[in-house]
């Protein structure tokens, strides 16, 4: 079983250069989420989504970006990267509504700016 | 906004001895609540819920978490810890569609 697959794993990104970390799951949950997670911190809510064609800001927007295309896909923009958005990011989703749902998470994806 | 507040970032107990992992929450209205664990270089898993069926939760791996309302508490226990419980652990709170996590628990388990 899949469950909820991100890509790339690691990445090093060039100050102002832009990517697209990946992330699908295959378990039809309406809800996905994107999370940042800074040591310290804990993990930061940056958008969610609950359900195709629907998206909301969550703590941290800024500098990101999001489209929900379709119920599986819920791919994550960083524009104009900066050295404040290194951290591990993690995508994940839920099957229930009102946030009662167990979120089943994805492995991470380490980016590094420089 | 709802929120979890984790008292102290680092724990160490010896293999054996009772585990406390404490949080405390900020909710308007009847929050749910979780328990996540982290092994290093993994996503989150969950450990326990509460959705207001009872205020004892039990979770996975001989972990329980207690609902007092009138301390906005839900603190994590394990009567005799493992060296395997070694992980960061994680409190969250969930009101509507999002769900907000506390800075995390180091927890660390000495032979």
């Known amino acids: 079983n899949a469950g909820v697959t991100q890509t790339p794993k690691f990445r090093i990104l060039k100050i102002g250069q832009s990517m697209t970390l990946q992330c699908t799951q295959d378990m039809n949950h309406n809800y996905m989420y994107w999370y940042r997670q800074d040591p310290g911190m804990g993990l930061k809510l940056i958008y969610y989504s609950v359900g195709a064609g629907i998206t909301d800001k969550g703590e941290v927007p800024n500098g990101y970006n999001v489209s929900r295309s379709t119920t599986e896909d819920f791919p994550l923009r960083l524009e104009l990267a900066a050295p404040s958005q290194t951290s591990v990011y993690f995508c994940?989703?839920?099957?229930?509504?009102?946030?009662?749902?167990?979120?089943?998470f994805g492995e991470g994806s380490r980016l590094t700016v420089l | 906004a709802q929120s979890v507040t984790q008292l102290g970032s680092h724990v160490s107990v010896s293999e054996g001895a009772l585990v406390l992992l404490r949080c405390n929450y900020s909710s308007s209205v009847p929050p749910y609540l979780f328990w996540y664990v982290q092994y290093p270089n993994q996503g989150l898993q969950l450990l326990l819920k509460?959705?207001?069926?009872?205020?004892l939760v039990k979770g996975i791996n001989g972990f329980e978490a207690e609902f007092k309302k009138s301390e906005t508490s839900f603190h994590l226990t394990k009567p005799s810890a493992h060296m395997s419980d070694a992980a960061e652990y994680f409190c969250?709170?969930?009101?509507?569609?999002?769900?907000?996590f506390g800075a995390g628990t180091r927890l660390t388990v000495k032979p």
């Open positions: 969250a709170v969930s009101e509507k569609n999002d769900m907000r």
């Open positions: 994940a989703s839920s099957y229930a509504t009102g946030g009662t749902g167990e979120l089943f």
């Open positions: 509460y959705t207001s069926a009872a205020t």
